[in-house]
């Protein structure tokens, strides 16, 4: 763990450049717009370790699957989350010697992400081996008004000398994944154009002609006075620049503004896509880098209107919170429901960027509370429109009458994971998916989503589950073999509680909906059955597999175990391993994993966390008690649940030590892979820990509830959540909480167990 990054409330601040650092700090800085994103990889060349990354969201390539030893039913193909065109260039030449952060002499570093407005900026002086010595500041963002648009302020000033400059604007298409399975190159050009000031290049994957687009177009002045010089232009394959000589005095400023279009044939007619991206490329430059700019910020307020959270008294955690929802509502934005939330977002290739389980336990919430209902709707559209291929997918492994098993990672709903015992038996993340249509309709209260949509997905995986149980004659009990929860050091195991659990909870649910729709929209559901080909005995079985599901569980200990035998494995604590042994998964063998104790993440307790209202206060603290310490967190996603339950049970201390070390997760390269990009859907569940956790909000029975405690550290927090129609904004001190309703919409709650209603633009004052 580094403390690397300056502490500031609405900055992240990296001063004084470490190379050793810069994949960490490539990450942390990426900038996105829901559309597209980019790491913060430097806009003149460098040689120095860095991991170039452009990535345009749902544009992705299938490669061929590599395994060491293929098994029956792995998928064909990894998704890989596409590595494209590098819009951002600019190649900078004084007096001859290029500019290269790893060979020159750098000073006065600094590499802000602004997160109130929205944009990237660096400031340094380099100090070449010709003597010369230039300041550069740069500006950038991703322009969250116009999807397709970029833009790039880069300013150079001469220091110590007159001289020659060159700068080279380019597009440069010929780039590769770094987690290419076979060192392939994914794309081939299509077209390109390069004249003075502008040009293009179009490329198009080598399979499933995915066609993208790139146009820039840049204007350059000094001393604030245009310059019209006569560019000499080149082209390569895939590569097109513009190279502008400029005689340059001591102080005299340059800036070239780089104004680029990214489109791709997900929008745009293959034909058309041409001329759409110059028409918005030309439009945003004859607007302006300020003009876009100020839409940016303006842009930034509104969503910070709906999601901020202020922490006072504590900079570290108001700066990770910050941090947090800036990057979540960097990467999704929810107008387009074939669009999900990859683990790493748009700030890494690892894990394929795809879609796991991580949207539906984790990110939903957030977007359920701080954006229009509509974007959460889309998460669920996005299983919805996936369900034929989970139907595939199911009966690829032999299940059948319309069993859907949703893939453990898609892009467009086909499996692309490859690991048996994750592809086959990871089947928890099905359980997920129908928690999310709960989790969807219990907040939003919208239940006509049930009949035009939910009830299709939830009948698919019951089926599933009716099908995946076994009737144990010895146990007189329906028991689930072959399995890896939610802790994967843990594999091929028989009756994982968390799954058995959450198994048996989408059945008894699906019933509900069924019996719902039978009282509501009797006709909705006669269609309904009639279409999914339903029979009624499907609910006499899954009754009875409800009735009498195995459950492990320790009479002695009064915990449910996390599978068949978990108690024969020796049982060590983690606070007494040698701390040299961990992260486990970089210094033990597999094996040796499998044979411990220690959990990776969240699994007894992350069936607590969701299904928390079936079960008191003893059992939820007994278990926490148990399985939190024997925990390593060696998945992103554990620490915030435990923030959770542990403020659920009143250990206040250890919630905020789980939310410290979510939410700094990625500022303080926790886990030593931020270089591969930043934890993008654990971020949701830092937001969860501070609205879950220390804020207490549920909603049961259409009713918010707030349970609100306060760290000892903070002297007060704020946080906004939308909910049916009103805007809330709580605020958390040590005396008390105050509620203002910033909408029209008179709320209900619950707090601290007693009813209040708030009417429009009211407000509450509850002391504690
Ligand atoms: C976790 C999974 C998660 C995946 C992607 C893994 O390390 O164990 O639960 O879905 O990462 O975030």
Not at 107 to 127: C, Q, S, V
Not at 427 to 454: P, Q, W
Not at 731 to 738: L, R, S
């Amino acid at each position: 763990m580094k403390k690397y990054f300056k502490l500031d409330e609405w900055n992240i601040l990296e001063e004084g450049f470490d190379p050793e650092y810069n994949e960490v700090s490539e990450s942390i800085f990426s900038i996105g717009n829901g559309c597209m994103g980019q790491r913060a990889n430097f806009e003149e060349k460098f040689s120095g370790s860095s991991l170039q990354g452009s990535y345009i969201a749902g544009v992705y390539y299938p490669d061929k699957t590599r395994v060491g030893w293929w098994k029956n039913g792995y998928p064909e193909y990894f998704a890989k989350v596409l590595n494209s065109t590098n819009w951002i260039g600019i190649d900078i030449k004084i007096n001859d010697e290029i500019l290269d952060l790893a060979k020159c002499t750098v000073k006065d570093f600094k590499r802000i992400l602004n997160m109130k407005e929205g944009y990237l900026e660096r400031i340094f002086t380099a100090i070449l081996s010709n003597k010369n010595e230039i300041k550069v500041h740069s500006k950038r963002f991703l322009s969250m008004t116009r999807g397709e648009i970029g833009a790039i302020k880069y300013s150079v000033t001469p220091l110590n000398f007159n001289g020659k400059l060159e700068i080279t604007p380019y597009l440069d298409g010929d780039i590769i994944n770094s987690d290419s399975n076979y060192d392939e190159k994914f794309w081939d050009e299509v077209s390109k154009t390069v004249k003075p000031y502008e040009g293009h290049v179009m490329l198009k994957t080598k399979k499933l002609d995915f066609n993208i687009c790139t146009y820039m177009s840049y204007e350059l002045t000094k001393n604030s006075e245009n310059i019209t010089a006569e560019p000499s232009i080149f082209e390569n394959e895939k590569y097109i620049s513009n190279t502008v000589t400029v005689d340059c005095n001591k102080n005299d400023e340059i800036i070239l503004y780089k104004y680029v279009a990214n489109t791709s044939s997900r929008y745009y007619a293959i034909d058309k896509l041409v001329e759409k991206t110059q028409k918005l490329c030309t439009k945003a430059k004859k607007d302006g880098f300020d003009v876009l700019l100020k839409e940016q910020a303006e842009a930034w307020d509104e969503k910070w209107k709906e999601s901020d959270i202020i922490i006072e008294g504590d900079v570290a955690a108001q700066q990770a919170i910050r941090f947090n929802i800036f990057q979540l509502n960097q990467t999704y934005t929810g107008e387009d429901e074939r669009l999900n939330i990859g683990p790493k977002g748009f700030t890494g290739e690892k894990y394929g960027g795809s879609t796991y389980w991580d949207t539906e336990a984790y990110c939903l919430p957030f977007y359920l509370s701080t954006a229009d209902e509509k974007v959460a709707k889309n998460l669920l559209l996005y299983r919805y429109k996936q369900l034929d291929k989970a139907i595939q997918n199911a009966e690829k492994l032999g299940f059948n009458n319309g069993a859907a098993l949703y893939p453990m990672v898609t892009m467009n709903g086909e499996e692309c994971h490859n690991e048996w015992e994750i592809t086959f038996e990871e089947i928890h993340r099905n359980g997920a998916i129908a928690y999310a249509i709960y989790n969807y309709i219990n907040y939003t209260g919208d239940k006509s989503y049930l009949g035009e949509y939910g009830l299709d997905v939830l009948v698919a995986i019951s089926r599933f589950w009716s099908q995946r149980v076994n009737f144990s004659k010895a146990k007189n009990k329906y028991v689930m073999l072959g399995v890896t929860g939610p802790n994967e050091y843990d594999n091929n195991i028989n009756n994982n509680w968390y799954t058995n659990r959450i198994a048996s909870w989408t059945l008894e649910y699906t019933i509900q909906v069924i019996n719902y729709l039978n009282e509501n929209e009797p006709n909705i559901l006669a269609e309904l059955k009639e279409k999914l080909n339903f029979k009624d005995d499907e609910i006499t079985k899954w009754q009875d597999i409800i009735n009498n599901m195995y459950y492990p569980f320790d009479e002695e200990l009064g915990i449910f175990l996390q599978q068949d035998g978990y108690l024969d494995k020796e049982q060590i604590l983690v606070k007494d391993l040698d701390k040299k042994h961990l992260p486990i998964n970089q210094n033990w063998s597999w094996d040796r994993i499998l044979r411990s104790c220690f959990i990776k993440q969240a699994d007894v307790l992350q069936g607590l966390y969701l299904l928390e209202h079936e079960y008191n206060l003893d059992t939820i603290k007994r278990n926490f008690e148990f399985y939190e310490p024997r925990t390593v967190h060696e998945s992103s996603l554990s620490p915030c649940i435990h923030a959770i339950l542990a403020a659920e049970i009143g250990n206040y201390d250890k919630a905020y030590e789980m939310y410290l070390r979510t939410s700094r997760l990625d500022l303080d390269n926790y886990n030593n892979d931020t270089c591969d990009g930043c934890h993008t859907t654990s971020m949701a569940g830092t937001w969860m820990s501070v609205i879950y956790g220390f804020g207490g909000l549920r909603v049961r029975n259409n009713k918010l509830i707030l349970n609100p405690f306060i760290p000892e550290h903070w002297t007060s927090y704020s946080f906004k959540v939308m909910f049916r129609g009103a805007l809330l904004k709580v605020n958390v001190t040590k005396a008390g909480i105050k509620i203002f309703n910033e909408s029209n919409t008179e709320v209900a709650f619950l707090i601290y167990d007693k009813d209040y209603t708030l009417k429009n633009k009211g407000q509450l004052n509850i002391p504690r």
